[in-house]
């Protein structure tokens, strides 16, 4: 549902989108393309190197990408305390959009009260998920149909939601995959920033590929084949949310917000 409401004036013709990352190869790979393509500029702050976060309210849309730390690792990362703040900040004062991925997705829960935890076995590579009734009406998933091929690299996962968050999409090794808090902020467990490089970018770290390997899932080579060869279904899934994401900016930068 869309309502209208007041917004101060927008002084940049395009989306302006802040992207908080952990890694160098964990960027917004194809989501950012199809955002570029929809008119957006990206700025990017790598948190890992000492970046600063800047001012918000020139930015539209955030989006917080993966990396190989956990959400409670405070005293090895100490500005991970300052972007769960900036996030709780985005979602709960601003009211903007928001998409979280991997451990974006992971953040978002921890910052707004939820849990996040170890996993018993990583979840590593190609797998099925599950989209429950509720991703239906969801203006980010539905027109996605059941079940979803997704790429997976996580040995941490969502355990418990925050209190007003809606459940969307599952898998057999993680139950919590997909879910929306508040208006308008999403996190989802499966990478659909995935592109023709993200096997080779992701394994070429030292702590991801021994992650893979001891999972015994697949090898490197074997995962870049399975990648390579649904390549184009994993990228239409990207496509269709990256777009949707776009719709949902461009309406709320209008002052028409969706879930209001």
């Not at 908080?20 to 190197?49: C, I, K, M, N, Y």
């Not at 018993?120 to 239906?136: F, K, M, N, S, V």
């Not at 184009?232 to 309406?251: F, H, K, P, W």
Request: hydrophobic letters at 40%; proline letters at 6%.
């Amino acid at each position: 549902m869309f309502t209208e409401v007041q917004r101060g004036p927008v002084n940049d013709p395009n989306i302006q989108v802040l992207v908080l990352q952990h890694l160098s190869v964990e960027h917004p790979g194809s989501v950012g393309a199809r955002l570029r393509q929809a008119g957006a500029d990206l700025t990017t702050v790598e948190l890992d190197h000492g970046e600063t976060v800047p001012d918000l309210d020139p930015f539209d849309l955030l989006v917080v990408m993966g990396g190989p730390m956990d959400v409670w690792e405070e005293d090895r990362y100490p500005w991970l305390v300052e972007e769960k703040s900036v996030i709780r900040q985005w979602v709960r004062e601003l009211d903007r959009p928001f998409l979280g991925v991997c451990l974006g997705h992971q953040l978002l829960a921890d910052a707004l009260g939820g849990e996040v935890a170890p996993m018993e076995e990583p979840e590593i590579g190609l797998c099925q998920i599950d989209l429950r009734t509720e991703a239906g009406d969801d203006f980010l998933l539905a027109e996605l149909g059941s079940p979803v091929l997704g790429l997976q690299w996580h040995s941490s996962e969502v355990r418990r939601l925050p209190a007003d968050a809606t459940l969307l999409a599952s898998s057999a090794a993680c139950p919590i995959q997909a879910f929306r808090t508040g208006r308008a902020a999403w996190g989802l467990q499966l990478h659909i920033e995935v592109g023709p490089l993200t096997v080779a970018e992701w394994s070429s770290v030292p702590a991801y590929r021994r992650s893979l390997e001891s999972s015994g899932s697949s090898s490197v080579g074997s995962l870049a084949s399975a990648v390579a060869k649904e390549l184009g279904n994993l990228m239409d899934v990207s496509a269709m949310i990256s777009g949707r994401l776009a719709t949902l900016v461009e309406q709320d930068r209008l002052g028409i917000r969706f879930g209001s």
